[in-house]
């Protein structure tokens, strides 16, 4: 029992995380049906540009408080990463919102190796560690342990969800995004600038990556260039196991996701007898996914989309 | 409909066209060969990338479902010609028993992907392709405890090399007068076996099946009230393509003598896929030409890259590998850019896009 409640805590932790960059993913993908292969390094990039400011401020004062370092970092990585969302979307998908679809993916992959290669040219090859300036303390629940630090994700997670929620459902900001969701031509008839509720997206979705980052980073305490794939695939998954396209099948699934995981990484050897290690907890959340796909082909809150030609 | 067209009564000046190509092909591992043996090599994959971008052009571009986890099939080729063919279980079965198990072991598991996921469309179908990717791959990585069967991480080593009879490809010897290294013989079979996977593609684009699958890809309602078993029609594009994938693993294990998991990772369907997409889905040569560039783009800004900068700068000032990549990805983005349909698209393609429809499926 100890160990379903450790590895549900991690499961959350892990699930914050996933969600927040899902929300990028599903933002995106509801409104220009696009997978945005590049999300994940810009979750990236936002990693690397915080450890560098913790990195450099540490070394010049150690004794310097965590929360500065903690406050410099996000108000660079912030502006970093919707500076890098938003050029991707004028520079490489606007230009193809009319073409296939498949053509504007290939860019996204594209924007996703240059991105890559860019973060490895300025910040090396090596993993940046993240300075230990955050001394979370560790409290016991029910055999469990919990660190200050795997709250606090959660809790910014949860609020920034509820944030977005509250943009999406009650500003008029959100009002034309879920229009430009529903039919870009119709709303673009009444009077709704779609180039605007795009670029903002991206905003938004890159401004949730960079927070992301800075979790991960401060979580596992190092950041390297090629960490993005990963983990934008498995928010991207989570993204489908909601539903793509609907922002709380998005954090459900996120959610979901990292607790499958977690889980399914510390319970797969009992349950196999030993047969199967936890280095198969990917093939885990891969599994559940196919089977949710299977029975629930457009995912666990996805509306069931008629079929159009 | 240019290939049917082609393929009925060969004009003259298609078949200077074709003998002019032979030519250029049946010495082309001698001139590059010049260079160095490692192009000849670098020809080879690129080869191989032609058969797996032909197989994945029949899902993809054909039937229109996008797959993201076809190396996966390209894998499945390989370990199965390693298992069979190596010190690894102690078989060592002869190619044309190997050859036609890894096909039909290719074909089984695309049509297990394939079953669970007919209902999916579009991008759902593509997460699940690329877990089912993973999942094969993760396998691979961990199929060494408790029964040792691929032999983990470390990969397979000491796998035999192609041989008919005696004629081995795996070594270097002198043929009538001329000398001939493993690289180059194997450029030939590779070569024989791809023209047989064009001539194959050609024949099914056009083909009852072939066109089936364009029905699909253009619109699945209307193609099943046209009385196309969809079920059918699309199963039978996930296990032709997973075939020549399978066959082309096969042909990379015995090429390479070695194989491991870290060959079959996500990248390498991505890689693909791109080359697909890049040449023109759906149009047989522009896949080709998708293939060969993409395959040999990155290798020769390899052999570019640093001695520009010695020339420009006087000394290597940005990580030539970064740099190398940094100009692949601008290369896709460009492309994509500015011819969106791929450079080589089909004829029926470039007009849908020049039309006004604005069509994004």
């Known amino acids: 029992m100890d160990i379903f409640i450790q590895q549900l805590v991690n499961g959350l932790t892990l699930g914050s995380v996933y969600a927040l960059v899902a929300l990028g993913y599903t933002m995106v993908y509801g409104i220009i049906g696009l997978i945005n292969f590049a999300h994940g390094d810009v979750v990236m990039i936002g990693a690397m540009a915080a ?80 300075p230990q300036i955050l001394h979370p303390q560790v409290f016991e629940l029910g055999g469990a342990r919990m660190s200050s630090l795997q709250i606090a994700i959660v809790l910014i997670a949860a609020l920034l969800m509820g944030a977005l929620f509250a943009i999406v459902h009650k500003t008029r900001l959100g009002t034309a995004m879920r229009a430009t969701a529903q039919n870009r031509e119709v709303a673009g008839l009444m009077g709704v600038n779609i180039n605007t509720v795009i670029s903002a997206a991206f905003l938004i979705g890159s401004a949730l990556a960079a927070i992301a980052g800075m979790m991960v980073t401060t979580y596992y305490g190092v950041a390297q260039y090629t960490m993005g794939f990963m983990l934008g695939l498995k928010a991207f998954t989570a993204a489908v196991l909601g539903g793509i396209g609907n922002l709380a099948g998005a954090m459900a699934g996120g959610l979901l996701l990292g607790i499958i995981e977690s889980l ?46 | 409909m240019t290939a049917l067209s082609q393929s009925r009564g060969v004009s003259s000046r298609n078949l200077l066209g074709i003998v002019l190509i032979g030519i250029v092909l049946a010495v082309l591992p001698f001139v590059l060969g010049m260079a160095g043996q490692s192009w000849v090599r670098i020809l080879n994959f690129a080869l191989l990338y032609v058969m797996l971008s032909l197989g994945l052009n029949i899902v993809v571009g054909f039937a229109g479902l996008l797959d993201l986890g076809y190396i996966a099939f390209y894998a499945v080729g390989a370990y199965t010609w390693a298992l069979l063919a190596s010190p690894h279980f102690g078989l060592h079965l002869p190619f044309w028993a190997i050859l036609p198990i890894s096909l039909g ?93 064009i001539l194959v593609c050609m024949r099914l684009q056009n083909s009852r099946i072939g066109r089936a699958w364009e029905a699909i890809r253009e619109d699945e309602i209307a193609a099943k009230a046209m009385g196309i078993n969809t079920r059918n029609v699309k199963l039978l594009a996930f296990a032709m ?121």
């Open chain 2, 241 to 361: 393509g997973a075939s020549f994938g399978g066959v082309a693993g096969a042909l990379f294990a015995a090429m390479q003598g070695f194989v491991s998991p870290e060959s079959f990772s996500l990248t390498e369907s991505i890689s693909v896929l791109c080359m697909v997409v890049l040449g023109g889905m759906g149009n047989i040569p522009g896949v080709i030409l998708g293939a060969i560039l993409l395959a040999a783009l990155p290798e020769f800004l390899r052999a570019v890259v640093e001695p520009l900068q010695r020339l420009i700068f006087g000394e290597v000032v940005l990580d030539p590998e970064g740099i190398r990549m940094l100009l692949f990805g601008l290369a896709m983005v460009c492309v994509m850019l500015f011819r969106p349909a791929g450079l080589w698209p089909s004829a029926v393609r470039k007009r849908e896009l020049a039309g006004t429809t604005g069509d994004r499926t």
């Open chain 2, 105 to 197: 072991l290719a074909c089984l598991f695309g049509v297990l992907l394939g079953a669970p996921t007919l209902k999916l469309r579009g991008d759902y179908l593509a997460i699940v392709t690329l877990g089912f990717g993973e999942i094969i791959r993760i396998f691979l990585n961990n199929l060494n405890a408790p029964v040792n069967i691929t032999n983990g991480p470390q990969g397979i080593n000491r796998i035999d090399g192609f041989k008919v009879g005696e004629f081995m490809f795996s070594r270097s010897e002198s043929l009538m007068g001329m000398r001939f290294t493993s690289p180059e013989k194997y450029y030939y079979l590779l070569l024989g076996i791809t023209l047989l996977i």
């Open chain 1, 51 to 130: 450890t560098m400011i913790a990195s450099a401020m540490v070394g010049g004062d150690p004794n310097v408080s965590a929360f500065a370092v903690l406050g410099a970092g996000l108000l660079i990585a912030i502006p970093l990463c919707m500076a890098v969302g938003w050029t991707a979307e004028r520079v490489a998908y606007r230009p193809l919102r009319r073409a296939p679809r498949l053509a504007a993916l290939i860019t996204a992959i594209g924007v996703s190796i240059i991105l890559q290669n860019l973060a490895m040219m300025v910040w090396g090859r090596n993993y940046l560690s993240f």
């Open chain 1, 264 to 309: 399914g990484a510390g319970y797969i050897g009992d349950l196999t007898g030993g047969f199967l290690g936890s280095h198969y907890q990917d093939v885990f959340a891969f599994v559940v996914l196919v089977m949710v796909l299977i029975f629930r082909p457009s995912g666990l809150l996805g509306e069931r989309v008629g079929d159009r030609a």
